[in-house]
């Protein structure tokens, strides 16, 4: 066999090979025949004409995502970056348009996304920026699906993604944060002092009125005794101004019993003077004879009772 028998077997292996090609899953595939759109072709083996056809272009059919940072200025006059993701796909029945009609589809989907961005947020106050993020996201969707339906991309979702004041801006903004926090907490500190302090005046208010009740009650049963004691004393023929001088001489030794019962106590006798000091011995004195007297008539009183009956 000569030479050219073998570059013809060649040449018909190789056109046979190349009229076979594969197309991945979700992608898809444009067939030109002389620089003429002839198919789109979907995933698995395909076939073309060798040499004819040729395959112009591939595009896949998965969700995209493009992120673009935006710098705008807010209504107050702050100046923001903003990032904004926008999520997209290649529509499965416009994949000519979205090939032939559009050469960047990312730069016009960026366009798009900057002249809503810049139309949007000079509105808002810078607050309301971050409040209304989503109002803005919705915006640019509304927006771009409008736009590039045309040119076979359908946009899935849009997000603002991270929004970045400036750096005075955001320190401005903590340092009001900080303050707003330290006012709060300096509100609770006061209102918990305040409640401590009125709780605590309620609870001496309520401890001394206890301690006056049973003061008082304590002098009334005091009181209640000694006249008990008095009316005792009457029974047995003692009038009542020697049964009350029986009755200091008795709370007088009791006194001092009570103080002797203690160790190291001590005892203050005011007045100090001499004069005092002798009146008061003299008191005692007196004190003493009227309860020897008194005494002495009890005695009397009860062997008068005794010979009585």
């Known amino acids: 066999m000569s030479f ?9 292996a190789f056109a046979f090979i190349s009229s076979f090609f594969i197309v991945k899953q979700q992608t898809a595939a444009l067939i030109e025949r002389f620089g003429r ?20 272009g591939r595009l896949s059919l998965k969700i995209q995502q493009l ?27 416009k994949v000519y348009d979205a090939f032939y009609k ?9 366009s798009y996304v900057f002249d809503v961005v810049r139309a949007e947020v000079p509105k808002m106050k810078l607050d309301d920026v971050f409040e209304k993020k989503d109002d ?29 004041p400036d750096e005075q801006v955001k320190s401005a903004m903590n340092r009001i944060n ?10 609770y500190e006061g209102d918990a002092a305040r409640i401590l302090i009125v709780e605590k005046a309620k609870a001496e208010a309520e401890s001394k009125r206890l301690q006056g009740q049973g003061i008082a009650d304590q002098r009334r049963e005091i009181a209640r005794g000694l ?46 003077s001499p004069q005092a000091g002798s009146d008061m011995l003299n008191n005692m004195v007196a004190s003493f004879t009227a309860s020897n007297q008194i005494g002495e008539a009890m005695k009397k009183a009860e062997k008068k009772k005794n010979g009585e009956n």
């Open 178 to 187: 900080a303050s707003e926090r330290e006012k709060v907490a300096a509100q």
């Open 136 to 164: 803005i996201a919705i915006a640019v969707k509304t927006e771009l699906n409008e736009a590039m339906l045309n040119y076979g991309y359908d946009i899935i979702k849009t997000l603002v993604t991270d929004i970045d």
């Open 227 to 272: 006249e008990e004691s008095v009316e005792v004393l009457n029974k047995v023929g003692i009038n009542s101004q020697e049964a009350s001088a029986l009755i200091v001489v008795t709370q007088h030794y009791d006194t001092l019993q009570s103080i002797g019962e203690h160790v190291n106590s001590n005892l203050i006798l005011l007045p100090n």
């Open 67 to 93: 992120d673009v940072i935006v710098e705008t200025k807010t209504k107050d006059d702050v100046f923001v970056k903003l990032k904004v993701s926008v999520q997209f796909k290649v529509i499965r029945d």
């Open 4 to 12: 050219t028998f073998y570059a013809i077997i060649v040449l018909i």
């Open 102 to 110: 559009l050469d960047y589809p990312h730069d016009q989907i960026t």
């Open 37 to 56: 759109f002839v198919s789109v072709r979907h995933s698995g083996l395909q076939i073309k004409i060798p040499v004819i056809d040729r395959i112009a």
